[in-house]
């Protein structure tokens, strides 16, 4: 609806200022046809006058002076309404004949008049002065007359001979002020004013205003305006400007409108057009609200609802009324928040028992892996008839066992699990005497922080298994543990023989790419530990290994700085 107003009002606005200017152009063209009229009518007198009686007269017989005069009275007497006075003067500005005034004032020598000069200099055409007082002649009854002087070039015959000379038609500026004045437009807040081709003021309903210097006028500037309808500014005010040419006298109608009359001539259409357009806009309003606030109303409680829900209510009421379809929006909803809670609870139960089994897999996966290849040992030294290295492989063995109980936490300080690690490599150099070297280094503090259990040991085993029993010459181990911003970095490192990138990447793996040729061992230490630290602590924790054919092997274990508050966190978690 505002829209549509302003749109209406937009060309309400333009086809008023185009009817303002038709009506204007109206007005003008009537003025324009009785103004063309009256001085077609002074141009007929100064026709006849020239063609009729100068045509056919010769000045030089004695009776052609008086014949000339009786003409002219003839003339003057047909229009005397609209004529002041009638004359003919020969090329030197004598006077030849005149009436009814025909004695001229000392003071004026007619030869320099503007009227005498511009019909001698333009002998073709027409002329016409601007108003002004009839200064040429004696009136006896001293009276002043306004006129306006048509005139122009005749040929005067004397004896046989053609002379130039100048005939001047003194018209009474009354009968143009007449048809001006009596013109009024838009309720008289309009005017019209006429000027020459020079712009300088022919009438003007303010003319004494004009004259006194009371008032101003654009006049100038409207003489070099082509007919039509223009918008100018003037002393601060808009106004709408229409001209005319008045043919054969390069005159100008002016017709001047000021903006503000046009706009209060529609503003009460306007002030209607816009209380419509109101009532409209309040009416839509008023309907569109009632119908929202009852169908909307059930839809924010039930929008509440859901975010109380979101905030962790617990009790929440769903139940709205409204129309049919929020109503069962809403025991849908209802019905399908308890779902929702029912399958979460599920779910949430499911993963937790699904991260306890896999947890307790990954650790029965470990320790059979490790007791077997320990107690393999021992019956080898037995065999061998070395008692006593086995004795020691047992106490190490129980020292390693003691520590991987650890009281049934799965929690236990880097420390301990160092320190597993060191028997763990006492049991393994035992057996494979003179075959390997190891050392251990940590950065202080770092023994104090916590981890899961049993995450070296494997390695270690790989290590040693893969590592140092196919390598050439003295084999190295060494293992290093130290802190790296928020991560604890644990590397053990060999000199053994390496693997090739394929089968680097195949280690941590879920599953084995059987494309993939298969190394010695099945990975499965790797693999445990890597998915044991993920499982408890994130993706962004387990193993890296770099190794090349030929170059070693590094394996980084990645882990969280784990306080002792953080691990009687993860100490609960594994509990329940």
């Known amino acids: ?106 003071s004026v020598t007619p ?43 005749v040929e005067l015959t004397r004896g046989g001979v053609i002379q130039s000379g100048v005939l001047l038609v003194d018209m009474n500026f009354s009968g143009i002020e007449q048809i001006c004045k009596d013109v009024s437009f838009f309720d008289g807040q309009g005017y019209l004013y006429l000027i020459d081709g020079n712009g300088e003021i022919i009438y003007h309903p303010r003319q004494q ?73 309040f009416l839509l309003v008023f309907v569109n609200l009632r119908l929202s606030e009852w169908i909307t109303a059930p839809m924010k409680k039930l929008d509440h609802a859901v975010r109380e829900l979101e905030k962790g209510v617990e009790s929440v009421d769903f139940n709205v009324d409204g129309p049919y379809e929020v109503e069962h929006l809403s025991h849908s909803v209802q019905s399908m928040i308890s779902t929702m809670r029912h399958l979460m609870e599920d779910v949430l139960r499911q993963e937790e028992e699904k991260r306890r089994s896999e947890l307790d897999v990954l650790q029965s996966q470990i320790n059979p892996h490790f007791l077997y290849n320990t107690l393999d040992s021992v019956v080898w030294m037995t065999e061998n008839g070395r008692t006593q290295e086995a004795v020691v492989m047992l106490t190490a063995l129980a020292r390693f066992f003691r520590i991987s109980l650890s009281k049934g936490s799965n929690i236990i300080p880097i420390g301990d699990e160092i320190e597993h690690a060191r028997n763990y490599l006492t049991i393994q150099k035992m057996r494979y005497k003179n075959k390997f070297s190891a050392d251990i280094s940590v950065e202080p503090g770092v023994e104090k922080l916590y981890t899961i259990k049993l995450i070296i040991q494997p390695i270690l085993e790989n290590a040693i298994y893969h590592g140092m029993e196919y390598a050439d010459g003295d084999g190295e181990i060494h293992i290093r543990a130290f802190r790296e911003g928020e991560t604890v970095v644990i590397e053990v490192e060999d000199n053994g023989p390496g693997m090739s990138e394929e089968i680097v990447e195949q280690l941590l793996k879920p599953t084995r790419d059987v494309s993939v040729p298969k190394a010695k061992g099945s990975g499965i230490g790797f693999r ?49």
């Open 111 to 153: 030869s320099r008049e503007g009227w005498f000069t511009a019909a001698m200099e333009r002998i073709e055409n027409l002329h016409f002065s601007t108003p002004h007082v009839q200064h040429l002649f004696e009136d006896p009854d001293a009276r002043y007359h306004w006129v306006v002087s048509l005139s122009r070039h």
């Open 1 to 106: 609806m505002l829209f549509l107003g302003m749109a209406l009002l937009l060309r309400f606005s333009s086809s008023a200022n185009e009817m303002a200017a038709e009506s204007s152009q109206r007005v003008l063209a009537q003025v324009n046809w009785n103004l063309d009229s009256y001085l077609r009518n002074m141009m007929r007198v100064s026709d006849t006058v020239y063609y009729r009686v100068i045509k056919s007269a010769d000045l030089e017989q004695s009776d052609t002076a008086q014949e000339l005069r009786d003409a002219l009275k003839l003339l003057y007497a047909k229009d005397r309404d609209v004529l002041v006075s009638l004359a003919v003067f020969d090329g030197n500005g004598e006077l030849i004949s005149a009436t009814p005034l025909t004695e001229l004032k000392n």
């Open 528 to 576: 445990n530990v890597h998915q044991r630290i993920q499982l408890t602590f994130g993706s962004a924790y387990g193993l890296t290994i770099r190794s090349e054919p030929d170059n070693g092997t590094v394996v980084r274990i990645c882990l969280p700085v784990l306080e002792e508050e953080d691990a009687r966190k993860y100490r609960k978690e594994g509990e329940r």
């Open 209 to 281: 205003l004009l004259y006194a210097g009371l008032q101003e006028e654009n006049n100038l500037t409207a003489a070099g305006y082509a007919d039509g309808t223009h918008t100018e500014i003037f002393q601060s005010q808009r106004r709408q400007v229409t001209v005319k040419t008045v043919g054969y006298t390069g005159w100008k109608l002016v017709g001047v409108v000021p903006a503000e009359t046009l706009r209060d001539n529609y503003s009460q259409l306007l002030l209607f057009a816009l209380f419509i357009v109101s009532f409209s806009i």
